[in-house]
């Protein structure tokens, strides 16, 4: 999230189109590796809900791609759509299915449940 900040400080204070392309291919690269990384570990974890988590982060990060294209092409002010992209990453897709995998991740750790 330091560079969804970052972008934030240099929208509001009008940095130049390039500065705001060169933040935005950050958050890109960096949204990319973040979930490169959490669907690898889905994989090794045999988690179920792979595919559509996977599907999930997709659209997230086709997102914030347009946002960079749109940026580079056409000069669009990307605020409104970085305001969009960051709900539906930070307060949507986290505390949905980002939550529903730590769950299972924790319940894979403590081990199959005891019978009493
Ligand atoms: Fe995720």
């Known amino acids: 999230m330091r560079r969804v900040d970052a972008l934030r400080e240099g929208i509001a204070a009008d940095k130049a189109s390039g500065d ?9 690269d960096c949204a990319g590796a973040h979930f490169a990384w959490e669907e690898k570990l889905m994989r090794s974890a045999g988690y179920p ?9 997709a659209k997230l990060l086709e997102q ?33 299915s980002d939550r529903r995998l730590a769950e ?7 081990g199959p449940a005891k019978a009493n």
């Not at 002010?77 to 986290?94: C, D, I, M, Q, Y």
């Not at 299972?104 to 403590?110: A, I």
Request: hydrophobic fraction near 45%; glycine fraction near 6%; charged fraction near 20%.
């Open 20 to 28: 705001l392309s060169g933040l935005l291919a950050q958050l890109v």
């Open 104 to 110: 299972y991740l924790k319940k894979l750790r403590q």
């Open 64 to 96: 914030v791609q347009l946002l960079h294209q749109d940026l580079a092409a056409k000069g669009a002010n990307p605020r409104e759509g970085l305001s969009l992209f960051v709900k539906a990453w930070a307060e949507h897709h986290t505390a949905t």
């Open 49 to 57: 809900g792979l595919s559509d988590h996977r599907a999930e982060h």
